[in-house]
C-alpha cells in the first residue's frame, strides 16, 4: 500500500507525516473513525481541537469539492481551530485564503464560524460539520446546523467538555440508540497531564473538578433545584386548569388600539415544592 494511500484512509498517519507529532491512541481513533456521526466528551486540554482541525484539513484535501463547516460558539474559538487547521496546510497552495474560509485547488473549502444562527443559514451539501465546544452552544444553532447534511449525507463531529446537565451536547450525549459514535476521554487517559497537576486543580475547583477533567455533568452549586429533581416533577397526565380556548377578560374603558385582537388564550405556570 502506498503512503499516499494510507494518508487518504487513515488521517492520523497524515498528521504525522505533515506535523511529526504522534497523536495519542484516542486521538488516533477519533482521527481515523469512519462513522458518520461522532460525540467527543472530552476534558480540558486532551487535545480534542487538534482532533478537528485534522478531520476538517483531511476531509478537505483527500475528498474534492468537499464543503467543511467548522463551528465554534465565539468567534475568537472559531478563529482558534481556523488557525490550527491552516497550520496543518501550510505546504498546499491556497487558491484563496482569509481569516475565516480557505479554498484548495481541488474546489474544496474550509469555512469558520462563530456559533450564532443568523451567520450559518445559507451553508448546503456540507460534507464535513464539526461543532467545537458543543456544549455551550444553543438548541436552535443545532437545530439550523444539522439540515445542510441531509443531501451530502455528510458527517458530523460534536466536541467539548461537559457544561452541566443541559443543552443539545448533553441530551445527545444522554440519548440511548447506535446513531452516535461516542467517546469520552478524561485527564488520565492524556499522558501531557501529570498527577501532581491534576491534585492541584482538584483544591481549586472542588466539586466542578469532575466536570472539567473527568466528563461529568454538573449542576450549577448556587442552583436552588437540580435538573433532576424539575424532570422528576413533570408528569404529562396532569390536565390543565384552564382550557386552551379561555380567553382574558378586558376590563370596559380600556383601549387596545393597535393591537391583536383582545381576546388570546391564557397562559399559566404553576409550581409546588414537597419538604
Known amino acids: 500500500m502506498t503512503s499516499l494511500l494510507i494518508y487518504a484512509i487513515q488521517p492520523s498517519a497524515w498528521y ?8 495519542d491512541p484516542w486521538q488516533v481513533s477519533a482521527m481515523d473513525s469512519p462513522g458518520k456521526r461522532q460525540i467527543l466528551n472530552c476534558c480540558r486540554q486532551s487535545g480534542k481541537s487538534e482532533v478537528m482541525a485534522v478531520r476538517l484539513a483531511h476531509r478537505a484535501v483527500f475528498v474534492p469539492g468537499s464543503l467543511c463547516l467548522a463551528i465554534s460558539p465565539t468567534l475568537r474559538q472559531s478563529g482558534e481551530l481556523f488557525r490550527r487547521t ?7 497552495k491556497c487558491v484563496e485564503d482569509t481569516k475565516t474560509q480557505i479554498s484548495l485547488p481541488n474546489k474544496s473549502r474550509i469555512v469558520s464560524l462563530p456559533g450564532t ?8 451539501g456540507v460534507s464535513l460539520l464539526c461543532i467545537d465546544e458543543a456544549a455551550r452552544i444553543e438548541a436552535g444553532l443545532y437545530e439550523a446546523l444539522s439540515p445542510m447534511l441531509a443531501v451530502s449525507n455528510g458527517s458530523l463531529i460534536m466536541a467539548s467538555t461537559p457544561w452541566g446537565p443541559s443543552g443539545i ?12 459514535e461516542k467517546t469520552i476521554i478524561v ?4 499522558p501531557r497531564i501529570t498527577p501532581e497537576f491534576l491534585e492541584q486543580e482538584r483544591e481549586r475547583m472542588g466539586l466542578f473538578f469532575e466536570q472539567e477533567y473527568f466528563g461529568r455533568f454538573l449542576a450549577s452549586e448556587n442552583a436552588v433545584f437540580s435538573l433532576i429533581q424539575i424532570q ?4 404529562d397526565g396532569v390536565l390543565p386548569l384552564f382550557p386552551d380556548n379561555t380567553e382574558i377578560d378586558i376590563p370596559q374603558g380600556v383601549s387596545l388600539k393597535g393591537t391583536e385582537p383582545p381576546r388570546k388564550p391564557r397562559q399559566f405556570c404553576i409550581m409546588g415544592a414537597r419538604w
Do not use: H, Q
Open 169 to 180: 451536547f448533553y441530551e445527545i450525549w444522554m440519548s440511548e440508540g447506535p446513531d452516535w
Open 86 to 92: 491552516m497550520d496543518l496546510l501550510k505546504d498546499e
Open 117 to 124: 444562527e443568523a451567520n450559518v443559514r445559507g451553508y448546503a
Open 232 to 235: 422528576r416533577t413533570l408528569d
Open 16 to 23: 504525522t507525516a505533515v506535523t511529526g507529532k504522534s497523536p
Open 187 to 190: 485527564a488520565t487517559d492524556c
